[in-house]
């Protein structure tokens, strides 16, 4: 059990910035402090402030370092890591406060956003089954297999109103459902189309790099549903 963990952005524009050199850096540190046993240094996911990347978030109080550079990393852990002071010119300027300092929720960008597809970015270890399901993951999948039947799976997405993201707003539903049809011997595939055609398109990307588990069991769940995959 860490008392702390170091939560550094992977997403692609902190990585093009750098991170993976803090990381580095920090990983250096925290073993010639004797740390290691205490601290744990996390490559999460994009946190969604870009243009303040390198993001560093220390958990569990949640403090906010903006535009970190592996220079830095010293000072963060011999100030806050093991004396407890945080480092106030690093500090993201919306996250400072009179009275002491805001969490990364509580910062304007952050505070009335109500994340679902990008709950977990940022906050978890993107490849640790564990950490996904620590969050709930895999118990949709698990409640599909259990207690629903193929049909149930699309009526309940039919019913959600859930559509596709393209453009055209097609429901989601009615693709399963049309490729559920003909279920006799035929092989069927899901396929995941994580193309970033557009311009400056990173939704797919953000996923995949921050939450890839949730991809995953989707594909599962619409495997499920229109046949791909059979339960005995």
Excluded at 14 to 28: D, L, M, R, V
Excluded at 48 to 66: H, K, W
Excluded at 105 to 127: D, S, W
Aim: hydrophobic share 35%; net charge negative.
């Amino acid at each position: 059990m860490y008392r702390t963990h170091v939560l550094v952005c992977g997403g692609t524009g902190c990585t093009s910035s750098g991170s993976a050199q803090i990381i580095e850096a920090f990983k250096k540190e925290i073993k010639n402090n004797d740390l290691e046993e205490e601290i744990s240094v996390v490559q999460t996911g994009c946190h969604g402030l870009c243009a303040e990347g390198p993001v560093v978030i220390i958990q569990p109080e949640g403090t906010f370092y903006a535009r970190v550079q592996a220079d830095d990393v010293e000072e963060i852990v011999a100030e806050h890591l093991l004396k407890g002071r945080v480092v106030e010119r690093l500090v993201y300027y919306d996250a400072k406060k009179i009275d002491g300092y805001a969490s990364l929720n509580e910062t304007v960008f952050y505070k009335k956003q109500h994340r679902i597809a990008l709950r977990n970015c940022g906050m978890i270890n993107p490849e640790s089954i564990d950490e996904y399901i620590g969050t709930g993951g895999y118990e949709a999948l698990g409640k599909v297999l259990t207690g629903m039947t193929p049909d149930d799976v699309i009526q309940t997405i039919l019913d959600s109103g859930l559509r596709g993201r393209g453009g055209a707003g097609f429901p989601t539903g009615l693709k399963w459902k049309f490729a559920s049809g003909n279920r006799g011997n035929v092989q069927k595939y899901v396929c995941c189309n994580a193309d970033e055609g557009d311009p400056g398109a990173f939704m797919d990307r953000s996923v995949l790099e921050g939450d890839p588990h949730v991809v995953l069991e989707a594909m599962a769940i619409a495997g499920y549903a229109i046949g791909a995959i059979y339960k005995e």
